[in-house]
């Protein structure tokens, strides 16, 4: 079995003015350590306003810093867009892209974040490639449909295990509490599993993560679950206890 170290990851969405922000990153980066002392990777996605900062706070430390879009141009007349090589010039290592709020939000395709991947890719970025049904898709019964459509058409050809991770998070369980059972997790990481390996050499190499209320009281529960390299955490990202919890859970 391949050993895919873990990675945990906090969103922290449209959340934090710059005191606030510089406050939970240096907090964070104080008890993460230097590199090479945790036993799963440490990233954090904050506002772009506070991309700077935030590196600055973490620097040396072991906290990896993205950010949580960018567009498929360098640059050109995008007025309020973030272009790939300009995160990567601030400081960042990853981006997320295809996140269901983008995606529903912004009406974004899956062709389009495979374009935000290829950007993030070329300019030097891992690309955390965000997939997951709704409610009413899995009401429906097509969860796996749905998924293994979204990863085929937003992971670009040129992907690998190294500048890749795969997300998946049940757009019906983020931010509202309900988490999915094991089962249902293990079902879609398997199915996401399948696809991967099907379509690259790696791709049993590939970190897949979940998302989705996750939080110290289920943590352990969900990151023991087979083909799940680690979590994408939204709210409880944003209070440095609870976030260290859910990364203890690695050790």
Known sequence: MTQRRPMIAGNWKMNCLRADGVALATALAAKAGERGTLDCDVLVCPPATLLSEVVAATKGSAVMVGGQDCHVATSGAHTGDVAAPMLADIGA?????GHSE???DHDESST??????IAAHDAGLAAVVCVGETEQERDLGATLA???GQVAVSVPDGATAKNTIIAYEPVWAIGTGRTASVAEVAEVHAAIRAELVERFEDGDEFRILYGGSVKPSNAAE???VE???????GGASLKVDDFWKII???A
Do not use: F, M, S
Request: with cysteine; proline share 0%.
């Open 93 to 97: 290592g990853y981006v997320l892209v």
């Open 102 to 104: 983008r995606r529903a």
């Open 112 to 117: 389009t974040i495979r374009l935000k991947a």
């Open 146 to 148: 749905v998924v293994n």
């Open 222 to 224: 969900l990151l023991a």
């Open 227 to 233: 083909d799940v390299d680690g979590a994408l955490v």
């Open 248 to 250: 203890e859970t690695c």
